[in-house]
């Protein structure tokens, strides 16, 4: 067999070297005739043998890096200076001319060194031939003129934006050369022209918020943004656009919204006052397209609903000390009608949000924010707790509401009513206000519908949990089970005849743990009321012996017959009052320490029944001396003259305001509950600083009321003291759970 002639290094090399110049050559545009067969087989078969001849004579590392200086010397030598020589849009082209022509030559030698990059690569781990070429167009060229690539592109983009007519084959040939490159060289482009981007709409937004009003500045950020979209559809690439659009947003709308939105060319104001739909629905759709372009906006839908909101309560308040100076009512004559305007005011702007603001949560999150600004504003001295726990107690008491045959309206109310208690911040101080008066409604047979208590509690509970009603639950629950015990009592004495306390009596037992707290007096009954006491012991005791009585006299009433000379009257009274009243069967004249004694009663009790029997509208008592005011020397004797046109009057006690107790009462459980709180964290956390434990306390019991920094604070100093926390002995800001 014929051995094979062996090819030297520079002799092969020689070889190839014509075949690559032919190569440039043509490439170049000069005169060259094309490959034919034998030629490029000849090249390939020169490549293949220096690379299968045994070592020393095989030369495939030598080709290798021949490879890359041949593209290394062409870029250098040719390439490089034809792109240095030009600027701007013809740089552009050339380079986009050379990025063609340096991939068509990658090609061709990758064809020629076919056997090298089969061979000889892959075992070595080595890039492939055509990563080679690539990657030295990419560092010869791209690191040398990326900065007047990216100048020359962005000014081509800055043309187009200016209305120029650009050739955007040629921008997107230019930005693919970026994809193109795989080398990182996209993320620095993105950020040049976001900045560059920045610049010129916050240059043009200088300018046009001066020339334009409201309508038309919108009119040209929206062009702005078709542009870029356009921009981006066409030459640029598909990521890039949220950045772009955010960018454009920024710059052109959110910089300046606030002065867009408030200076005197804008109309937004007047789209809120006149109801303009469309402009404003236009402007919604306009704003939000862009990330957090509607955020002023709705900050300033949002100061114009507190604003509607404050004038209300500024309103409210006047007309408060108008009726504090007529000596009116305040609280209860006003809490009606301010909480209605309140209900009114809140659909209002609800209906708003849904017609004209594209019912966007923004729009709702600022109107909620709004009317807890001025929803925790109290009206002539009272809080929007106490004023909204009145308006539900005129709603639910018997003839409190003119729509109270409307289920379905009543239903509806009481949702909107919960609704503005999500405004409050102290949802404790309504649940205890509405608990007093539900007690008082319940006791004294005054609720209008037992449905509608029911119904109020659901929603409560659905918007603020089952702790915030289970109390009130618990008093609904009592009643009913009363009911079934008045009538098991009186089954008791239809069956004992002998056990009768000659009196009609109807007893209410109730659950104490319920209710709120009420004084508890060792009133010295009448023999009469005493008879009363001892039966239904008797027979409460058949029903169960492990549970206590305590009898609250304060509760009670009585209907007692009045004789009196011009006729007979039915008197409905306390049973304080009654047993006033029943000591002038045996004595015609008692004087106010004779009563007091008697009745065992303190001296505020005493003065306040007594004022209501003898300085009241009904005078059942004569007083001496005749004045408005009740002393310790006074002296009482029944009025046997008293006359009135009714058969049957009720004669209520003058009302104790309760406030200073609810408050008190409040106070007192805020106390446990921040406790309760700091307890908690700090036995799961074991170990906290002070800054950190107040604010989980506060988010913990922020649904229910805003606890005060301070209080947590002397909250804190009262568990030390109690050995429940203790100081970090070097920091004394962190504190440590003792178990």
């Known amino acids: 067999m014929k051995s094979r002639k062996m090819i030297d290094l520079e002799q092969g090399w020689e070889f190839m070297r014509k075949g690559i110049t032919k190569l440039k050559n043509r490439l170049e545009g000069l005169p060259e005739t094309p490959f034919s067969s034998e030629e490029y087989m000849m090249l390939y078969t020169t490549v293949y043998d220096m690379c299968t001849q045994k070592p020393p004579h095989n030369y495939s590392q030598q080709l290798y890096d021949r490879y890359r200086e041949s593209f290394e010397e062409y870029i250098t030598s040719t390439v490089l200076p034809s792109l240095k020589e030009k600027h701007g849009e013809v740089m552009l082209r050339e380079l986009v001319k050379r990025e063609a022509n340096h991939k068509v030559m990658v090609r061709w030698l990758s064809h020629f060194f076919y056997y090298l990059d089969w061979h000889f690569t892959p075992p070595q781990s080595l890039p492939t031939l055509n990563e080679v070429g690539l990657t030295c167009f990419h560092d010869l060229v791209y690191r040398e003129l990326f900065a007047k690539v990216v100048g020359a592109v962005i000014s081509l983009i800055d043309q187009g934006r200016e209305g120029g007519q650009i050739d955007r084959a040629l921008l997107k040939g230019a930005l693919d050369i970026f994809v193109g490159s795989g080398m990182g060289k996209m993320i620095d482009f993105e950020a040049s022209l976001l900045k560059d981007t920045a610049a010129y709409y916050s240059r043009k937004a200088s300018e046009w918020i001066l020339e334009n009003s409201f309508t038309d500045y919108m009119l040209k950020v929206e062009e702005c943004l078709k542009h870029e979209r356009d921009m981006v559809s066409h030459c640029l690439f598909s990521s890039i656009e949220p950045k772009l659009l955010e960018c454009v947003g920024q710059n052109l709308l959110s910089v300046y919204a606030i002065q867009l939105l408030q200076n005197e060319r804008s109309e937004y104001h007047a789209f809120l006052r006149e109801d303009k739909v469309e402009d404003l629905l236009r402007m919604v759709s306009r704003f939000s397209k862009i990330p957090g372009g509607l955020n ?5 839908f949002k100061q114009l609903v507190a604003a509607d909101g404050i004038a209300l309560v500024r309103k409210a308040e006047d007309a408060a000390s108008n009726k504090k100076a007529e000596k009116k009512d305040a609280v209860g004559l006003h809490a009606q009608d301010f909480v209605w305007k309140m209900i ?21 999150k600022a109107r909620k924010e709004a009317f807890e600004v001025f929803c925790n504003q109290g009206v002539g001295g009272s809080s929007s707790a106490e004023l909204l726990a009145t308006f539900c107690d005129n709603m639910l008491k018997k003839g ?25 911040s102290d949802k404790d101080l309504f649940a205890e206000f509405h608990r007093k008066k539900l007690a008082r409604r319940l006791l004294f047979d005054k609720s209008a519908n037992d449905d509608h208590e029911r119904s109020i509690l659901t929603k409560l509970k659905q918007q603020c949990g089952g702790q915030f009603t289970s109390k009130m639950e618990g008093m609904v629950t009592d009643l009913t089970l009363a009911r079934e015990n008045q009538n098991s009592f009186e089954e008791y004495l239809s069956n004992n005849p002998n056990a009768s306390p000659g009196i009609d009596l109807t007893v209410t037992v109730l659950t104490t743990g319920f209710w709120p707290s009420y004084k508890s007096f060792d009133l010295n009954l009448p023999a009469e009321m005493v008879r009363c006491v001892e039966v239904f012991k008797e027979f409460y005791q058949t029903k169960t012996k492990h549970r206590k009585l305590t009898w609250i006299y304060s509760l009670g009433t009585c209907n007692i017959i009045g004789k009196f000379e011009p006729k007979t009257m039915e008197l409905i009274v306390t049973t304080y009052q009654a047993s006033a009243l029943l000591l002038f069967n045996t004595s015609e004249r008692l004087s106010y320490s004779e009563i007091m004694n008697q009745l065992n009663l303190s001296d505020d009790d005493v003065v306040r029944l007594l004022h209501s029997l003898s300085c009241a509208k009904y005078k059942i008592l004569n ?29 209520p006690l003058p009302p104790v305001d309760e406030k200073k107790k609810v408050i008190e009462d ?39 009321f805003k606890p005060d920094f301070k209080a947590i604070k002397k909250r804190i100093e009262d568990l030390i003291t109690r050995d429940y926390l203790e100081r970090d002995k070097d920091n004394p800001n962190l504190f440590r759970y003792l178990a």
């Not at 002023?296 to 300033?300: D, F, G, N, Y």
């Not at 409190?400 to 379905?408: F, H, L, Q, R």
């Not at 956390?685 to 989980?696: A, I, P, T, W, Y």
């Open 623 to 651: 007083k001496e001396p005749n004045t408005k005011t009740i002393l310790p020397t006074d002296h009482f004797q029944f009025n046997a003259k008293f006359i009135d046109k009714m058969r049957r009057i009720k004669i």
């Open 400 to 424: 409190g509401s003119e729509k109270n045959s409307d289920e379905a309206i009543i239903e509806e109310e009481l949702e909107k009513v919960v609704k503005l208690l999500s405004y409050i």
């Open 666 to 704: 409040v106070d007192k459980d805020r106390r446990y509950a921040i406790d309760a709180s700091i307890v908690r964290i700090m036995k799961s956390r074991k170990v906290l600083g002070h800054q950190q434990l107040v604010m989980e306390c506060v988010e913990q019991l922020g649904r229910m």
């Open 296 to 300: 002023p906006a709705a900050s300033i």
């Open 344 to 364: 009114e005011l809140d659909d209002k702007y609800l209906a708003y949000v849904k017609d004209n603001l594209e019912n966007s949560t923004l729009f709702h």
